[in-house]
């Protein structure tokens, strides 16, 4: 996927030292990195499944599974194993700088990608599905929206819990759903539009 103009950018970024990441020389490197992972995940969030089409309206960000921000991890930075993508809420406001989702974070270092040091699903090295089925029905305005860990999957289960998955199920009939009494005619002053039609008959 990274070819050698790639590998040169990389080399500049480190020499240059800072935030490695955020350098700007990089934007082309990462940009490529982003539309690969996309295409892998099917522009949906790695951990949550939501999509970028449709009502979520979502933005996808590139996610390091193994944090780049601790420094035995750093040199996955730009491993593609490593790297998918997933929205702001379950990169940045859950995951984060987190480790306790490793199993063995001594094996991982040497280890990246090996799905058995991770109690979640792992992005690429997982089949999400095999742990989760995640289900979307619509009906007129009412929206399910459920996730159910699959043969009581321990790894279904962790990533259940550990993205709390649970906050983003919806019943069929929550309050806030259903058939909204609002008539239109309620807000609607008919001189007023009575007033715009004569405007344009004036001319
Ligand atoms: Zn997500």
């Known amino acids: 996927m990274l070819n050698?103009?790639?590998l040169?950018?990389?080399?500049?970024?480190?020499?240059?030292?800072?935030d490695i990441w955020n350098n700007?020389?990089?934007r082309p490197v990462k940009a490529k990195i982003k539309e690969y992972h996309r295409s892998v995940q099917d522009e949906s969030c790695c951990y949550c499944r939501r999509?970028?089409?449709g009502e979520?309206?979502?933005v996808l960000d590139i996610e390091h599974v193994l944090p780049k921000g601790h420094s035995?991890?750093?040199?996955?930075?730009?491993?593609?194993?490593?790297?998918?993508v997933s929205c702001k809420r379950c990169n940045l406001k859950i995951k984060?700088?987190?480790t306790d989702f490793i199993v063995d974070i001594e094996s991982a270092k040497n280890n990246p990608c090996d799905n058995h040091l991770f109690h979640f699903i792992h992005p690429n090295s997982d089949n999400y599905y095999d742990h989760i089925k995640y289900i979307v029905e619509i009906e007129n305005e009412c929206r399910v929206i459920k996730y159910m860990v699959i043969n009581s999957s321990a790894k279904g289960k962790y990533t259940y819990d550990f993205f709390r998955l649970k906050e983003l199920e919806r019943e069929a009939m929550d309050k806030s759903q259903g058939v909204k009494n609002v008539k239109i005619s309620d807000s609607i002053d008919?001189?007023?539009e009575s007033d715009i039609y004569k405007l344009f008959m004036e001319r």
Request: glycine share 8%; proline share 0%.
């Open 51 to 53: 999509d970028t089409t």
């Open 72 to 84: 035995y991890f750093k040199k996955y930075m730009f491993t593609i194993c490593n790297l998918s």
């Open 96 to 98: 984060g700088q987190k």
């Open 4 to 6: 050698k103009d790639d």
């Open 56 to 58: 979520f309206n979502m």
């Open 8 to 18: 040169l950018l990389i080399t500049q970024a480190i020499e240059n030292g800072g």
């Open 24 to 26: 700007e020389i990089l």
């Open 190 to 192: 008919f001189d007023i």
